[in-house]
Structure formats: structure tokens, C-alpha cells
């Protein structure tokens, strides 16, 4: 197994009024994966003047970036604030559908963003709750170290070592085929393990080992296309993690979409 041991429609009630503290404000820029266009420049991108130093992960059809965006002060701030202002799932929203059957999922999930986006995954559809200043200030992190805009994000709590999640691919057709999904990761180091779709099972078709990642807290991990083509991705139990963990998976999410299926039938 390849190894990179990174140290370091809806009830829901939407909370974006709790008040809180702006977080420090980290410099920080990707010079090689900046694809801003001119009129998207914002002065505030200039703020951000240090190379943030990115690892490349890359195998078959697997092409990834992991780089710490925050400092752990940081880190440690954007967690506290999260866990106050962020509103989980609850009733039909934390359950999801496998193969027909209906579970609840084992961690907690929470889905916000620009108004009006739905995200469908796992049989269930959920609403975008209006982006909280936290989650705007991390967003807007995240755009400024890779130059990709973001309108969603799901949010995953786990609160120990049981909670997981199990392997899926993102590849929903309402997720822009062209933009990366940039998952934040606060709070406990978890591992977070990718398997080529020809590689799974008992009877697998080739003999691609998995890649194996240690998400630390305040990292960015980019996975760019093709990757969630080609590898399912999956947080294993882990029971000696005692502490707590939440990890943002900003998505651009097609606006149209809807409008074009409607279209082409
Ligand atoms: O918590 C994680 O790092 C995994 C999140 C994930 O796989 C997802 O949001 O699709």
C-alpha cells in the first residue's frame, strides 16, 4: 500500500446568526495552481503572499494536492467556531440509502451554501443553509490558495474514531466535472484511504494498490479530475481516535443542471 503520512427538502433549522469572532487572517498562495481570471481578481488576493507548500499525489487516474492551510492557532479556532455555529442533519436528511435499504448515517452531516442549491447523494437531497461568516472565511481561504470558486459545501462531523465513512466516489451529475472537491479537515487526524474502482472486492480485476493519506488538522486535500472517476475514496473506523473531527468538502455544484436535463428530454 502506498503511504503518505501527512503530519501536521428540508426541516432543517439553519443557524447563521450566532456571533462570533473573525478568525486570524494566514497568508498564503498557490503560485502554481493559480488559474484566477483577470476580472475574478480580488484585492483581497493579495493578502495571501506566501507559496502554501503542496505535496503532489498522483497515481493511475488519481491526481491530488495536500498542503497545510492553517496553522494549528488557527485550526484550532475555525474548530471551536464551527462547532458553534454549524446545524447537522437530522430526521430523514441523516439517513441514507444503500442498495434500497435505509440507514442513519454513522457521523454528523450538514450541507450549506449559495441559496437555492440542492446536493442529491446516497438517495437523499439536501438543502443549502445560507453560508455562516466561519464557513465564508475558510471558502474564501480555500479560492484564494487554488483559484477555484466554491458555491457548497457538506460538512461531516465524526465524533470519534467509530464514526467513518464508507467508500464512495463524488461523482454526482450535479457536481461541476471540471472543479476539484477541496476537503478541509480540522480536529483529529484521521485516515482517509483511496481504492481503484478496478481493485475492489474479491474479485478485482487488476492488482492497483490503495493510496493511504493522513488528513492533519488544518489540511487541504485537492482532488482533482479525474480522480473520483477512477478511486473511491473511504474514512475507516478507527478506534483509538477518542477526539472529535469535521471535514468540509467544498463543490462546485452546476447551476443549470436541472434546467439542462429538462432540456435534452
Ligand atoms: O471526512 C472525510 O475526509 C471524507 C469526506 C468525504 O469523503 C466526502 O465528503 O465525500
Given at each position: 500500500?502506498?503511504?503518505?503520512?501527512?503530519?501536521?427538502?428540508?426541516?432543517?433549522?439553519?443557524?447563521?446568526d450566532v456571533?462570533r469572532?473573525?478568525?486570524?487572517?494566514?497568508?498564503?498562495?498557490?503560485?502554481?495552481?493559480?488559474?484566477i481570471?483577470?476580472?475574478?481578481k480580488d484585492?483581497?488576493?493579495e493578502?495571501?503572499?506566501?507559496?502554501?507548500?503542496?505535496?503532489?499525489?498522483?497515481?493511475?487516474g488519481?491526481?491530488c494536492?495536500?498542503a497545510?492551510?492553517?496553522l494549528?492557532?488557527e485550526a484550532?479556532?475555525?474548530f471551536?467556531?464551527?462547532?458553534?455555529?454549524v446545524?447537522?442533519?437530522?430526521?430523514?436528511e441523516?439517513k441514507v440509502?444503500?442498495?434500497?435499504k435505509?440507514?442513519?448515517?454513522?457521523?454528523k452531516?450538514?450541507?450549506?451554501?449559495?441559496a437555492?442549491?440542492t446536493?442529491?447523494y446516497?438517495g437523499?437531497?439536501c438543502?443549502?443553509?445560507p453560508w455562516t461568516?466561519?464557513?465564508?472565511?475558510?471558502?474564501?481561504?480555500v479560492?484564494?490558495?487554488?483559484?477555484?470558486k466554491?458555491?457548497?459545501?457538506?460538512?461531516?462531523?465524526?465524533?470519534d474514531?467509530?464514526?467513518?465513512?464508507g467508500?464512495?466516489?463524488?461523482?454526482?451529475?450535479e457536481?461541476?466535472?471540471s472543479c476539484?472537491?477541496?476537503?478541509v479537515?480540522?480536529?483529529?487526524?484521521r485516515d482517509?484511504?483511496?481504492?481503484?474502482?478496478?481493485?475492489?472486492?474479491?474479485?478485482?480485476s487488476r492488482?492497483?494498490d490503495?493510496?493511504?493519506l493522513?488528513l492533519?488538522?488544518g489540511s487541504?486535500l485537492?482532488?482533482?479530475p479525474p480522480?473520483?472517476t477512477?478511486?473511491?475514496h473511504s474514512l475507516?473506523v478507527?478506534?483509538?481516535?477518542l477526539?472529535?473531527?469535521i471535514?468540509l468538502?467544498?463543490?462546485?455544484?452546476l447551476v443549470?443542471?436541472r434546467?439542462t436535463?429538462?432540456?435534452?428530454h
Amino acid at each position: 500500500m502506498d503511504q503518505f503520512l501527512f503530519q501536521g427538502q428540508n426541516k432543517r433549522l439553519c443557524s447563521n446568526d450566532v456571533p462570533r469572532r473573525s478568525p486570524r487572517k494566514k497568508k498564503t498562495k498557490m503560485e502554481e495552481h493559480e488559474s484566477i481570471k483577470e476580472e475574478d481578481k480580488d484585492p483581497s488576493f493579495e493578502e495571501f503572499s506566501h507559496p502554501i507548500p503542496w505535496q503532489k499525489i498522483e497515481a493511475e487516474g488519481l491526481d491530488c494536492d495536500y498542503a497545510l492551510l492553517f496553522l494549528k492557532e488557527e485550526a484550532d479556532d475555525l474548530f471551536r467556531q464551527l462547532e458553534e455555529e454549524v446545524v447537522y442533519s437530522t430526521g430523514e436528511e441523516a439517513k441514507v440509502q444503500v442498495f434500497g435499504k435505509v440507514y442513519n448515517i454513522p457521523r454528523k452531516q450538514a450541507t450549506y451554501g449559495n441559496a437555492g442549491l440542492t446536493y442529491t447523494y446516497s438517495g437523499v437531497t439536501c438543502l443549502a443553509c445560507p453560508w455562516t461568516p466561519t464557513l465564508e472565511y475558510i471558502r474564501n481561504a480555500v479560492t484564494r490558495a487554488t483559484g477555484q470558486k466554491f458555491n457548497f459545501v457538506l460538512i461531516n462531523r465524526y465524533k470519534d474514531g467509530q464514526d467513518h465513512m464508507g467508500e464512495h466516489r463524488d461523482d454526482e451529475k450535479e457536481l461541476d466535472p471540471s472543479c476539484p472537491i477541496a476537503s478541509v479537515s480540522l480536529g483529529a487526524a484521521r485516515d482517509f484511504i483511496f481504492r481503484h474502482r478496478d481493485a475492489r472486492g474479491k474479485r478485482t480485476s487488476r492488482q492497483i494498490d490503495p493510496v493511504n493519506l493522513k488528513l492533519a488538522h488544518g489540511s487541504l486535500l485537492l482532488m482533482n479530475p479525474p480522480t473520483n472517476t477512477f478511486w473511491y475514496h473511504s474514512l475507516p473506523v478507527r478506534k483509538k481516535v477518542l477526539s472529535p473531527r469535521i471535514n468540509l468538502t467544498f463543490r462546485r455544484i452546476l447551476v443549470d443542471f436541472r434546467k439542462t436535463i429538462k432540456q435534452n428530454h
